[in-house]
């Protein structure tokens, strides 16, 4: 778990609510994304965790409510300055890339660089340098839709690296992957040093690598806090409707650091 002793939010959500077509989406959020953590939306199919997301990442506008970025609402920030605090990956890879993997990864460096400059020398090395970090440095030159449902999500957290947001937001990034690249990609996104608000739907996944958990079901807030406290067996059945036990346990190679483990009992959904 995160470490630090800094506790100034870097994303504040207050009283949002979103409201499409009289369906209300969301409705009355709030919450705070710290310095260093790394936060879970959890939330059953439907509770609104895109839709909240996405308006943290201003695809849509939220009818009520406000949020701040370093304590200034997001709305006055540039686009290209947005872009400089905050990158996106999401479930599904934009399949327009007809590019080679190094070119893809290089638009990252967008929001940094006056329009239409060519890459530098620093630059490509500082490319090459994400690339190797998430493993794809022998790939640069391969088309990137060629590439494996879990190495696109790789070459888009590099992509992200080199955004250098103060933000990381994914929007369930390990959904079609197996499990080992759900878990590669969720500790290598939590490897960064940035802030991360991922949602999750592998409730395990979300307690062993998150800081702070927020829970939505029908665009409400159900519970937030830290996982162990979080994850119950009565939240559980209260808000996804399954029955489980939850025990805690060690993490690897930390006898001290316990986090939440599920075990559903089958047979008992609701
Ligand atoms: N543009 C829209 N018009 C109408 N309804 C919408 C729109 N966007 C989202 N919704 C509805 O809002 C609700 C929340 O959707 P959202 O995609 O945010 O949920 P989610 O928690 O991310 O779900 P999932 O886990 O299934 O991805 C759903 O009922 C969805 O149908």
């Known amino acids: 778990?995160?470490?630090?002793?800094?506790?100034?939010?870097?994303?504040?959500?207050?009283?949002?609510?979103?409201?499409?077509?009289?369906?209300?989406?969301?409705?009355?959020?709030?919450?705070?994304?710290?310095?260093?953590?790394?936060?879970?939306?959890?939330g059953p199919n439907g509770a609104g965790k895109s839709s909240l997301l996405r308006c943290i990442y201003r695809?849509?506008?939220?009818?009520?409510?406000?949020?701040?970025?370093?304590?200034?609402?997001?709305?006055?920030?540039?686009?290209?300055?947005?872009?400089?605090?905050?990158?996106?990956v999401l479930q599904e890879v934009p399949e327009q890339f007809n590019l080679a993997v190094f070119d893809v990864i290089a638009m990252g460096l967008t929001p940094h660089k006056p329009l239409?400059?060519?890459?530098?020398?620093?630059?490509?090395?500082?490319?090459e340098a994400v690339l190797d970090r998430v493993g794809l440095l022998h790939k640069a030159k391969q088309?990137?839709?060629?590439?494996?449902?879990?190495?696109?999500?790789?070459?888009?957290?590099?992509?992200?690296?080199?955004?250098?947001?103060?933000?990381?937001i994914m929007d369930e990034p390990t959904s079609h992957l197996d499990?080992?690249?759900?878990?590669?990609?969720m500790e290598l996104a939590k490897s960064l040093g940035v802030c991360v608000l991922a949602s999750f739907h592998d409730l395990n996944l979300a307690g062993a690598m998150s800081d702070h958990l927020l829970v939505l079901k029908n665009g409400q807030l159900q519970a937030q806090?830290?996982?162990?406290?979080?994850?119950?067996?009565?939240?559980?059945?209260?808000?996804?409707g399954v029955c489980a036990d939850v025990s805690h346990v060690p993490i690897a190679n930390d006898d001290q650091?316990?986090?939440?483990?599920?075990?559903?009992?089958?047979?008992?959904?609701?």
């Open 1 to 42: 778990m995160n470490q630090t002793t800094d506790t100034s939010p870097i994303l504040t959500v207050e009283n949002l609510s979103l409201r499409i077509s009289q369906t209300d989406i969301l409705s009355g959020v709030n919450f705070e994304v710290k310095v260093g953590q790394f936060v879970g939306l959890l």
């Open 179 to 185: 499990v080992r690249y759900q878990i590669q990609i």
């Open 116 to 127: 239409f400059s060519s890459t530098s020398k620093e630059d490509k090395s500082n490319i």
């Open 59 to 88: 695809y849509c506008a939220p009818t009520d409510g406000r949020i701040m970025l370093f304590g200034k609402p997001i709305d006055t920030y540039s686009r290209q300055e947005y872009a400089k605090h905050v990158a996106v």
């Open 143 to 168: 088309v990137f839709s060629s590439l494996s449902g879990g190495e696109k999500q790789r070459a888009m957290i590099a992509r992200a690296m080199l955004q250098k947001p103060s933000l990381l």
């Open 257 to 270: 650091t316990m986090v939440p483990h599920i075990r559903y009992h089958y047979g008992y959904v609701r």
């Open 225 to 240: 806090g830290e996982p162990n406290t979080v994850l119950s067996s009565g939240l559980l059945s209260d808000v996804f």
